[in-house]
Every structure is written in C-alpha cells, then in structure tokens.
C-alpha cells in the first residue's frame, strides 16, 4: 500500500489533475463565499471549462458526467447553508472532479471500476438535491424534468464506458431507468425519510436495478449474482428504515 501511495505521488500526471481540480474546487469556495454574481459564475465556468478542456484525450466519454458534477456543486454553493456541510460537499465534489479526470487520461489502472463508483456518487448527488429542493411539490415542474434527464445522461454514459449497450438499445434502457428513478422519487418523497435516507434508499434502488441490468446484457447474471444483490438491497433497505423517523 505504501509503495502504491509512493508510486502515485511521484506521477507528474497525478499532481496535475490534482490542481485542476483544486482550481475548480476553488472557484466553487468563490462562488460560496461571495455569492453567485456575475464575475463569481464567470470564473467558476471559465475553470470548470479550462478543467474539462485541457489535456484529457478521452473527455468525450465522460463530458455528461463532468457537467452534471460542475451543475451539482454550483447548485450547492448556492442552497447548502452550513459551512461544516459545504466543506464535505467541496471535498466531494474536488474527489469526484479528480476521479473522473483520471478515468479520462488512463490515470487509474482499472478506470471502469473507478467510474462506477464515481457514477453512484453522482447519482446519489442528483436525488440529495431533488429531495432537498421538494421535488414533486412547488418545485415539481422544474425538478421532476432535469432529474430525469440527468439521470437518463448518467445511465446512457454509464452503458456506454462500460460497453454494455449502444444505440437505440442504450437509449432505450437508460430512458426506462431514468422513469424508473424519477417515479421511484415521487413513491419516496410521501415516506417520513428525510433527505438523506431518501436520496440514499433512491440511490440503492436504482444501483441494484444498473448493475443487474448491466449484468444481464453482459451475459453474467445468474442466480448467485441475484441473490448477491437481493442480500445487499435488504440489508441497506432495513438499515435506512430503521435510522427513520416513523413518528406522525
């Protein structure tokens, strides 16, 4: 582990992507700390921008993924009050900026790995602010739409970069799963959850239904594979329930 560590920080690559994406992350605090204006907004679009832009030969497959990361923080320079939450957010958002920058310039050994992940956390990111923000409630006619073309971006990215599916027939599932997602929302956002145990139980969800649909089109799912993700679907479903409030 150490010899990793070592090898990983002597990599000109590495520290490279490491300061685009405190650069972006910095223009994100800006934004926070002096409020959205103009000159804000702009210096954050020109470093994201400059951050995606500059010496990442396979940024075309990850583009929705790094739109949707710069969308999210901005959205949460802006609503998220605390300043204890919006420093966990910003270090999120400078590990998932550097994630998929590596994912994108070969920097990790097995990138597919890492961009899943990355992927989860993005998609748990999109149902933190939908549920924060009221969807299905006044904000029903703005939120309900962006989720469900988010989610419909992330899921045809992911079947993509993983090689699962193409064409129409990507489309096709990722819109399904992207209705899934947004109905599955509506469902949720009627439960005493809360935000977090509800973005967190819609995340599961939908994590379950990808990688049993990404298996099956792979041709590796069987019986042992569902019964691995049925285990792990009721273990967090029975963990996220029981840290609820159920009082009324």
């Known amino acids: ?47 994201s921008f400059w951050t995606y832009a500059a010496s990442l030969p396979d940024k075309k497959n990850f583009r929705i993924s790094f739109f949707i990361s710069y969308v999210l923080g901005f959205a949460g320079a802006i609503f998220i009050d605390g300043p204890i939450f919006f420093l966990a957010g910003l270090l999120v958002f400078a590990a998932v900026i550097f994630g998929l920058e590596g994912a994108a310039t070969l920097f990790f050994k097995d990138r597919v790995r890492v961009y899943e992940f990355l ?12 549920f924060e923000l009221g969807i299905y409630q006044d904000s029903l006619k703005l939120i309900a739409p962006i989720l469900f073309l988010f989610v419909f971006g992330l899921v045809s990215e992911f079947l993509a970069v993983s090689g699962v599916a ?36 819609a995340a599961l969800l939908f994590i379950i239904a990808r990688e049993g649909l990404s298996a099956y089109f792979r041709g590796a799912f069987n019986l042992r594979l569902g019964l691995r993700l049925l285990v792990f679907l009721l273990f967090f479903v029975v963990l996220i329930l029981a840290s609820s409030g159920w009082s009324l």
């Not at 405190?22 to 702009?42: H, N």
């Not at 992927?119 to 939908?130: D, E, M």
């Open 1 to 47: 582990m150490a010899r990793k560590l070592t090898f990983l920080l002597k990599q000109r690559t590495g520290w490279r992507l490491a300061f685009k994406s405190a650069l972006v992350s910095s223009a994100l605090f800006l934004v926070y700390f002096f409020g959205a204006s103009f000159v804000t907004l702009l210096i954050f679009v020109a470093a």
């Open 119 to 130: 992927s989860t956390a993005i998609v748990l990111g999109c149902f933190l602010f939908a």
């Open 166 to 201: 193409y064409g129409k027939r990507g489309l096709v599932l990722s819109a399904a799963l992207a209705l899934i997602a947004s109905e599955l929302a509506f469902l949720l956002s009627f439960l005493p959850l809360g935000t977090v145990n509800a973005a967190a139980f």
